[in-house]
């Protein structure tokens, strides 16, 4: 560990003593916000953008602000999110499993950001990157299959320029591999105990025939086609 606490120098060699901390970096993670208390402060376009997403992964969502987006109201008359039409009080983070402040008042922003971190809350502040304990990644979505991209804060323009190729790259048969090997994970269980042998036949479907016959659109070929194959694995072991 270097002087000013770096647990990796060597990638700061060559910068003043002084600037020797390595970049932070944040360890991906998929949360599941199914039913979970989350909370917005903040009413306008941004706010309503995150609240949106939040509402799509299922979250229960509370926005706090004065004024909000039609789209915002609309929400709240419709029951999708509760909405508490004044400023924010540190006590709106008690339930909350995770917080987003879009606000353009710095001291709100603040206020929201070391409330969270007393409660040992999730929080991101929209734009300013050392007040978030998490931030959001640009995501690319097929169905099921979920690819997000990260720049650790430094550069959301090329973390959705990424997004955009990977979603071009990203057929609709991902989603219906994705699918199908979801369909089939039941059955290799108790076919094939053995977690080694699992990963050998999934990995023997995403990379062979089946693979190419969901591509070319034949599903019921392709799950034909895997059936056999754990047929004949399960056979093997015996």
Known sequence: MCRVGCY????????????????????????????RSCLVVGGGLVAQ???????????????????????????????????????????????????YAATDDREI?????????????????????????????????RGPLTVAVSTGGSSPSLAKKLRSELRARLGAEYGAILRLLTGLRGIAKKKLPSYRDRKRYFDRLVNGRVFTLTRDGRAGAARKEALALLDRLASQRN
Not at 120 to 132: I, S
Request: proline residues 7%; contains cysteine; hydrophobic residues 45%.
């Open 8 to 35: 990796m120098p060597h990638l700061c060699a060559g910068w003043p003593s002084e600037c020797l901390m390595a970049p932070k970096l944040y360890y991906p993670l998929f949360a599941d916000l199914n039913g």
């Open 49 to 99: 953008r995150k609240v949106t997403t939040l509402l799509l992964y299922g979250a229960r969502v509370t926005v706090v602000s004065p004024a909000v987006t039609r789209r915002i109201a609309a929400y709240a008359r419709q029951g999708k999110v509760r909405h508490r039409a004044r400023r924010f009080r540190p006590a709106d983070i008690r339930d909350a499993w995770l917080v």
């Open 109 to 141: 922003n603040r206020q929201v950001y070391r409330s969270a971190r007393r409660r040992r809350v999730f929080a991101n502040v929209v734009d300013q990157t050392p007040l978030c304990s998490f931030i959001a990644p640009a995501i690319a979505r």
